[in-house]
Nanobody
């Protein structure tokens, strides 16, 4: 079955940088999208960034535009999220998500059927 393997995250001071990586193992689909979502305590899970692996088009939440960059790793089903100029409000559990079909609304969690376990990002 499909498995999303996440790595990265951790703790950093305000203004610092972190990165997250997600690999979709045993991925059988030819066309898909991968994304990162985040959920802070007591809040809903929100879309952060998405990339369509065929074409490389990316979408970002307004709150992270200009600070976060999502890219595909070497034409693989693997994505890399570079997070710069981090702020305390970026503190959350970050989840990788993948869709085996076209995600019409790329930052909505209902578009994704596969999810990672989550990795913590803390900014102080």
């Amino acid at each position: 079955h499909v498995q999303l393997v996440e790595s990265g995250g951790g703790s950093v001071q305000t203004g610092g940088s972190l990165n997250l990586t997600c690999e979709a193992a045993r991925w059988p689909y030819a066309s898909n999208a991968m994304a990162w979502f985040r959920q802070a305590p007591g809040k809903e899970r929100d879309g952060v960034a998405c990339i369509y692996l065929r074409g490389g088009t990316t979408y970002y939440a307004d709150s992270v535009k200009g600070r976060f960059t999502l890219s595909q790793v070497n034409d693989k089903n693997e994505v890399f999220l570079q997070m710069d100029n981090l702020k305390p409000e970026d503190t959350a559990m970050y989840y990788c998500a993948a869709s085996g079909t076209y995600a019409r609304y790329p930052l909505q969690e209902g578009e994704y059927e596969f999810w990672g376990q989550g990795t913590q990002v803390t900014v102080s």
